[in-house]
Structure formats: C-alpha cells, structure tokens
C-alpha cells in the first residue's frame, strides 16, 4: 500500500508542494504505507533532490508531450503512475491544474475525491477528509469509502514534512500518452511580478471602502515599506480598482499570512473564507459593528484616510 502525491514541475517544489508532502507523510505513516512522489514534467536536479529528502519513492514523467500543462496527458500520465504503485490516497495541491484534474483523476482510477482539504485522517479503514464550507461556517466530514481518495488541499493547511537523508529511490516513467483531444492553441500569460499571495507572510488589503482606485497606492506604499503584498476584496476587485489575482476569499486566493492587514473591508464570510487560516488578523474600518472586528487580534475604528498615512509616517521613521 502506499500513499502518492503528485507534483508538477512547473510548480517546483513550492510551499503548497511541501505541504502535499507533509500531509502524506503523516497518512503514510498512520497507515504504514511507503510515500511515492510523482513529479509531472521534467523536474530540474534541485526540485527532484528535494523531493527525495521527504518521500520514500520518486517517479518522474518527464516526456516532452509534458513540458507544458495539458489536462489529458497529464490526467493519462498520473492515472498510469497511480495505477502502477496501487494508493490508499493521492494528494496534490491546491493550484488550478491539480484542481482541474483531481475529480477526473479519481474517477479514472475508481475511487473518491474531495477537495480543499484541512485535514485527514483514518476512520475505519477510510481515509476522512476535513474541508470547510458555507464560506468558513461550517466544516464538513467526508468520509471516502472508495480508493483511492484522491484529494486537493488547502494551500498552508499542512506543515511540511520532515526532510530526511535522501534514500529515495528515482525512476523515469515510460508511458503511452496517445493523442489529447483537445489542444492549447493560445498561451496567455499575465506579467507577475510579486511573489504568490499564498506565499506572502504580510497582506494588505484593501475594500470598497477605499471608494476608488487610487488608495491602493498608499496600500503598496505602506506595503513596500514592510515588504508585505497587496490584497483586495472581491468588492474592490470587481470595481476595477485593482487585478482579480488579488482577490482573497471564497472566489478568489485562500492566503494564510503572519499578519493580515484588512483595511475598509466589512468582514463578509466569502471573503474570511480566503483568510481566515491567517496568524493575525488586523483591521482598520469606521464601523465598530463591522464584523471583521470579531476575527481580528488588532482593530481601529477610524476613517482609513487618517490611520494609513499614520502608519507610514511610523513605519518610514522606524526604518531611517
Ligand atoms: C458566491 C459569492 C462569492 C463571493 N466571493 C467573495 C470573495 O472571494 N472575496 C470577497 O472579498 N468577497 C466575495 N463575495 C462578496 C462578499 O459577499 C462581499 O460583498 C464583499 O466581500 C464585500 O467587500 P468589502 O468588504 O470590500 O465591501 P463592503 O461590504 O462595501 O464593505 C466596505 C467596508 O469599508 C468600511 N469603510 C467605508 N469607508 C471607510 C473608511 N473611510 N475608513 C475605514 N473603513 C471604511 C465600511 O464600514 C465597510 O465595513 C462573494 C459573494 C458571493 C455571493
């Protein structure tokens, strides 16, 4: 028996990544089993050296029809890998492709799925997954009868796993692909140029009670000055004030910073939803009665416009 997660080169060996380790070395270990990795792409030597330190096995699909994402061929090529090594669960992350391809991976391999995972464990024999719903308030017990469970967690929900002296043994996967039936005729991308919202230790972030565009420069000043990212409520963001890639809550990122800073943002629950796995939740609104208040460690109920310069002034005079 072992316990599989699946990992896709592009993504390297990221924080989401260690904590899809993390998770399964604790079921792997719950149930005695070995931990696979399968790396999806071809893995450069420090990604693949790293794995090696934490799972027990590693099996890498390197072809070239997998140097870009493609959901078929990478459904086909962690299907077969999944196949050959038998799972208990298979894990992946919380990244749009793993999420894309989960379900369909489950359902491929005769077993179950659940998504947005906070926790596992095993019932019975079952693996049990936790995942919150209703926006944050409630949590739901699901209990995946049929193997694999196939599931995607929550981005920071789990601490790494423990690295190892590296004895994992590393095989090339020879597969049969065949032919996708559908083609990416177009790639897209947008310039990023700040590191991942989920990544960021300090956010920022900004509501429609900013009342336009132009406050979120004093947010990314004030940010600059703590190296901290900048965030938005999906208000702000479907105003146009600000990209859609900043929107934290249900519909948007899940985050889980050291601090969270919400300025004029109500507390609705799609959007604690995104962050409520915060260390700190700090607020600045004008309304006592705002229901962010009731998750915050910090808040000042005062007009924005009066606190953010403040905290500049502070913070820039702190730093000379
Ligand atoms: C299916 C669904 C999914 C959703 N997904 C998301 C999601 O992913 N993320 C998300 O954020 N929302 C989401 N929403 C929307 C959510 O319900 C709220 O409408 C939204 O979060 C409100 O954004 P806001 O707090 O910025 O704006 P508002 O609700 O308008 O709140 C503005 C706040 O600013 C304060 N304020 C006003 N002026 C000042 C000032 N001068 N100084 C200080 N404070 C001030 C006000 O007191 C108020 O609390 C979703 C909704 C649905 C139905």
Known sequence: MSVVICLFAKNGFDRAGQGVAGAGRRLADELGAKLQAIIIGAADAAMIDAVK???????????????????????????????SLAPKAVLLSNDTYSQEIAA????????????????????????????????GKAEAVI????????????????DPAPARESVADVNQAALTLGDART???????????????????????GGRGLGGPEPFEDLKAL?????????????????GWCPPTWQVGQTGKKVAPQLYLAIAIHGASQHLAGMSDSKIVAAINIDKDAPIFKHCK?????????VVPLLKEKLAAAQA
Do not use: M
Not at 223 to 239: F, T
């Open 53 to 83: 330190t934490v799972a027990d096995g590693v099996t890498i699909a390197a072809q070239s029809e997998l140097s870009d994402y493609q959901s078929e061929l990478y459904l086909s090529a962690a299907a077969q890998i999944c196949q």
């Open 104 to 135: 369909r991976l489950a359902h491929r391999l005769g077993g179950s799925a659940a998504g947005d995972v906070t926790s596992i464990a095993l019932h019975d024999g079952n693996v049990r997954a936790r995942r919150s719903v209703y926006g």
């Open 143 to 158: 209990e995946l009868k049929r193997s694999p469970a196939v599931l995607w967690i929550r981005a920071r929900a789990f």
């Open 183 to 205: 083609r990416i005729v177009e790639r897209k991308s947008e310039a990023i140029t700040e590191a991942r919202l989920e990544d960021a230790q300090i956010i920022i972030s």
């Open 223 to 239: 940010a600059a000055l703590v190296g901290a990212q900048v965030a938005a409520s999906r208000a702000a963001c479907d105003s």
């Open 298 to 306: 910090f808040g000042i109920v005062e007009d924005y416009r009066k």
